[in-house]
């Protein structure tokens, strides 16, 4: 018996035919790839969850800058808004979880350290979905981390089949695909079946089909670092939209084919080249060279 998948449907047949939730068959599978034990590979992720909690905590607490000046104090902002007086348009849960994906996206343009899930112009996504989640309802390391192997399972079907590369595939391949990631983490982490993961990473891949990768001056700043919070919030929102029993009448596989060829049919300018979309605004225009000379 193998626990190597390459599409969503191997996926839900083989967690089917084993009685073993993604995670499990994802964990097993690693241990096939690497010849480590299942404690060793559990480890490493612990290790991955550890820096993405330590980044989230880095940008509400230290003063950040970008490497590039673009980015730096986003995460400390939306805190003090959400512990102010005044009244959030989103609610607290999603506020910290923007300010998760935003802080770790400060922490990776000042050169700190993160981890990159799938993609560091993505890193916000999955931390701050799983993390946020995770306390929100008490959720234990060990728990958080199972999540994060499901997370796993979704962004190797991806990677195999499609992108998620903003260079090849435009900003929906890399936030798209953190956002499936993350989402489909989340409803497993939240009791839902394997269908409903996969429901809820195509609703994601959906939901961002055909956005352009268009970083201003080339530094994955800016508009990167807002549509890591627009990522989580696609993640939050998929997963609820699935774990209410809203089927997605597209299945994932079809969702993830659909996707690379948008990305492939995206022009050069739109592909992480910093020739189009904002970053040749005049004002885009004007910063790179203020940054460069």
């Known amino acids: 018996m193998t626990y190597n998948f390459t599409s969503g449907e191997d996926l839900i047949r083989k967690c089917k035919e084993l009685n073993l939730k993604i995670y499990e068959i994802c964990i097993e599978r690693e241990v096939e790839l690497t010849g480590l034990s299942k404690e060793e590979v559990f480890e490493k992720m612990r290790v991955s969850l550890n820096i993405m909690k330590d980044a989230i905590k880095k940008a509400q607490v230290e003063d950040i800058k970008s490497m590039g000046g ?11 808004f959400r512990n102010s007086d005044k009244r959030t348009v989103c609610g607290s849960l999603m506020n910290k979880a923007m300010t ?34 995770g306390n929100e309802y008490g959720f234990s390391d060990e728990e958080m981390i199972n999540a994060m192997f499901t997370a796993s399972a979704i962004g190797a079907i991806i990677t195999r089949n499609a992108t998620v590369s903003g260079a090849e595939g435009g900003c ?22 394997v269908e409903e993961a996969l ?9 961002v089909m055909g956005l352009v990768c268009d970083p201003i001056a080339g530094l994955v700043e800016a508009p990167c670092q807002g549509r890591n919070a627009i990522g989580v919030a696609n993640a939050l929102i998929s997963a609820e939209l699935s774990l209410a029993g809203i ?14 060829k948008v990305g492939k049919t995206l022009p050069m300018e739109l592909r992480e080249t910093a020739l189009g979309g904002v970053a040749a605004t005049c004002t885009g225009c004007n910063l790179t060279k203020k940054i460069f000379g």
């Open 70 to 80: 673009l980015i730096g104090g986003e995460a400390k902002k939306l805190s003090i």
């Open 100 to 133: 998760a994906a935003m802080g770790t996206m400060e922490v990776n343009a000042s050169m700190g350290l993160v981890v990159a899930a799938p993609t560091a112009g993505s890193c916000g996504i999955l931390p701050a979905a799983i993390v946020t989640i």
């Open 172 to 193: 929906q391949a890399e936030t798209g695909a953190a956002a499936a990631m993350a989402s489909a983490g989340v409803v497993e982490m939240m009791g839902g079946s």
């Open 199 to 207: 429901h809820s990473a195509s609703y994601c891949l959906q939901n």
């Open 247 to 260: 089927i997605n009448i597209i299945p994932f596989d079809e969702t993830v084919e659909a996707m690379y």
